[in-house]
Nanobody
Framework: QVQYVESGGGLVQPGGSLRLSCEVSRANFSTYAAGWYRQAPGKQRELVASILKDGDTSYVDNVKGRFTISRDNAQNTVSLQMNNLKPEDTAVYYC???????????????????WGQGAQVTVSS
């Protein structure tokens, strides 16, 4: 059973920054693609950033230039640096790992048992 432990969330003013971290307990972490997702109240969970095993990254349009995903294969962690935060970034943030980008995309609809506790990010003045 793969486990995900997200941390680093909090309350921040618009324009502020936060760094999220996710510890992943799975063997061969370096061979998996990893992604950060978010779920705002009343909305579906969406993939916002992904990083493949070769380091290639991709982002949803509304976070490009503001969010940066990275991974540390030695520590089995994936991080999300979030700058210039906006109120619409408010959500619970989750991480997950799959064997491919397609897998990460389809994982957004997985039930709650497939996710960690998440990290609450609230952007408000």
């Amino acid at each position: 059973q793969v486990q995900y432990v997200e941390s680093g969330g909090g309350l921040v003013q618009p324009g502020g920054s936060l760094r999220l971290s996710c510890e992943v307990s799975r063997a061969n972490f370096s061979t998996y693609a990893a992604g950060w997702y978010r779920q705002a109240p009343g909305k579906q969970r969406e993939l916002v950033a992904s990083i493949l095993k070769d380091g290639d990254t991709s982002y949803v349009d509304n976070v490009k230039g503001r969010f940066t995903i990275s991974r540390d294969n030695a520590q089995n962690t994936v991080s999300l640096q979030m700058n210039n935060l906006k109120p619409e970034d408010t959500a619970v943030y989750y991480c997950n790992t799959k064997t491919s980008l397609i897998g990460l995309i389809t994982a957004a609809s997985l039930p709650i048992g497939s996710w960690g506790q998440g990290a609450q990010v609230t952007v408000s003045s």
